[in-house]
């Protein structure tokens, strides 16, 4: 049986593409199962069907910013409503693979202002305990997706990467930690775990 925490904890891990973000999410999800936690793994875009939607998009015509924008805010409350405060309250850690960290920096990108993009997440969504912010460089990350067979145009990428990581890394407050996501996994991973055992889930181990 699964214990729960005294209270729900909440987890964000941000990162452009190809920084190891969801790697880095699934080892620490993997490790505090073992370590007897109830874990709530989820990831944004969901599943459901305002994040399908958004998938499509990206095969067909792009969205422009303001419709992507409320798709996504769309797909995020229905997903607060229905399983991040749900879990949080019955006391669960919950490690969320993107969050609205994501939309500030990627929207953020495409030209709307960074700040109204976070006022407006934080008045609907709970704030994370801590946020991982995996940074790694944009050239790195497109060599990492190119390995792993997702062809994509480089250039365009390259671009429009560089300036969402920019944005990411100026959200820096002190519930954000940030992580260099250019080592290896491993190493990676030692650093991701003792900042969150130094932070919210201090004194489990
Ligand atoms: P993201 O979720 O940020 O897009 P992934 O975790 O899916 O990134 O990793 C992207 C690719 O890079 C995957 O093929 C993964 O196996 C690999 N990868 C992840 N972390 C590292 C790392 N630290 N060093 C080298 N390759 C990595
Ligand atoms: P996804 O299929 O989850 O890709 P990845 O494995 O790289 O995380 O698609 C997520 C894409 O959507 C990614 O390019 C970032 C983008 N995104 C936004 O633009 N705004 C958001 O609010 C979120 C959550 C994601």
């Known amino acids: ?7 729900g904890v909440l987890l964000a891990f941000e990162g452009i593409d190809g920084s190891g973000k969801s790697t880095q999410a699934r080892m620490f999800a993997d490790w505090a199962e073992l370590e007897g936690l109830e874990v709530v793994r ?4 969901t599943q459901g069907p305002w994040g399908r939607k958004i998938r499509e998009a990206r095969f067909t015509a792009r969205l422009s ?22 879990a949080l309250a019955r006391g669960a850690l919950v490690i969320i693979d993107r969050y609205y960290y994501s939309t500030v920096a990627y929207q953020g990108a495409r030209g709307l202002d960074p700040q109204a993009l976070l006022e407006m997440n934080r008045a609907f969504a709970p704030k994370p305990d801590l946020v991982l912010l995996v940074d790694a460089d ?9 390995a ?9 990428n390259l671009e429009a990467l560089t300036k969402v990581r920019a944005i990411f890394l100026s959200l820096v407050e002190p519930h954000v930690a940030v992580i260099d996501g250019g080592r290896s996994a491993e ?5 991701v775990r003792a900042r969150i055992l130094a932070g919210p889930l201090q004194g489990l181990t």
């Not at 805010?73 to 997903?79: C, M, T």
């Open 1 to 7: 049986m699964a214990t729960p925490l005294p209270h």
């Open 65 to 86: 910013p303001e419709d992507e924008l409320a798709a996504f805010i769309a797909d995020r409350k229905e997903h607060v409503e229905t399983l991040v405060r749900p």
């Open 187 to 191: 190493v990676v991973f030692d650093e």
């Open 138 to 146: 944009p050239k790195l990350c497109l060599q990492r997706i190119h």
């Open 42 to 45: 989820t990831r944004e875009p």
């Open 148 to 156: 792993r067979g997702e062809g994509q145009d480089l250039f365009e």
